[in-house]
């Protein structure tokens, strides 16, 4: 069975800071793909960054970027420059059948608080 | 491009009583899905369509939850009768369903039910 992991509850870090949010997930498929979502208050789900399992580099995206570590099965989140909008809660997200239109599975979420 | 469309944004029932949302996805998106988010907790699918047909369904309490996706553009989630468990946030998400940026999954803005 597919499963998401995200043991932090809750991060603070101060603006203009980089910060780390963890994500490890367990699959049997050879293929998949990872995913980060923000969820700010009003409840939208914003889509963030994608990892292929079989990209090589890692995948970033402006001030997003995806620290993807195979063997480990772990696929963090790292913010930089950290913004006073970027307080939300942060999904980590897997879908299985890679290109295939497997359901994506997500995390508990950890909430990142940005102080000024 | 429009993005994920869903409404009513927000609903108060009763229980017992029937409740029904709306979306309508990204154009050309094949697959649709239906998510609960219970507050707290990450979103759990409901139902995955591709195009008009269902893919996953095996999360759907069916003796009280159903949907459709006639012509396989919009789609409808009913609740009947309502109870207070079914409380959430009812978000709905669609993708090309191909490829590997088709693979990203767009959330719309979600519809909040509350079960009273």
């Known amino acids: 069975a597919q499963k998401i992991t995200q043991t932090q509850p809750g991060m603070f870090v101060q603006e203009k800071e980089a910060v780390t949010l963890d994500c490890t997930y367990d699959t049997s498929d050879q293929s998949y793909g990872l995913f980060w979502y923000k969820q700010p208050s009003s409840g939208e789900m914003i889509f963030l960054i994608y990892q292929g399992s079989y990209d090589e580099q890692n995948a970033t995206e402006g001030r997003y970027s995806l620290n993807f570590q195979k063997a480990r099965k772990s696929a963090n989140l790292v913010i930089s420059a950290s913004q006073l909008g970027d307080s939300a809660m942060y999904f980590c997200a897997m879908r299985g059948r890679h290109n295939q239109g497997g359901k994506l599975i997500f995390g508990q979420g950890t909430e990142l608080s940005v102080k000024p | 491009e429009a993005g994920v469309a869903q409404s009513p944004r927000y609903k108060i029932i009763e229980k017992r009583q029937s409740v029904a949302f709306w979306c309508n996805p990204i154009s050309g998106h094949a697959t649709l899905y239906w998510y609960q988010q219970i507050l707290g907790q990450g979103p759990k699918l409901l139902i995955q369509?591709?195009?008009?047909?269902?893919?996953?369904d095996s999360q759907l309490p069916k003796d009280r939850f159903s949907a459709e996706r006639l012509k396989g553009v919009d789609s409808t989630l009913k609740i009947q009768p309502a109870k207070l468990e079914d409380s959430a946030v009812y978000l709905c998400?669609?993708?090309?369903?191909?490829?590997?940026?088709?693979?990203?999954?767009?959330f719309g803005e979600g519809s909040w039910l509350t079960v009273v």
């Open positions: 998400a669609s993708s090309l369903g191909s490829g590997a940026r088709g693979n990203t999954i767009y």
């Open positions: 369509f591709q195009n008009n047909g269902v893919v996953d």
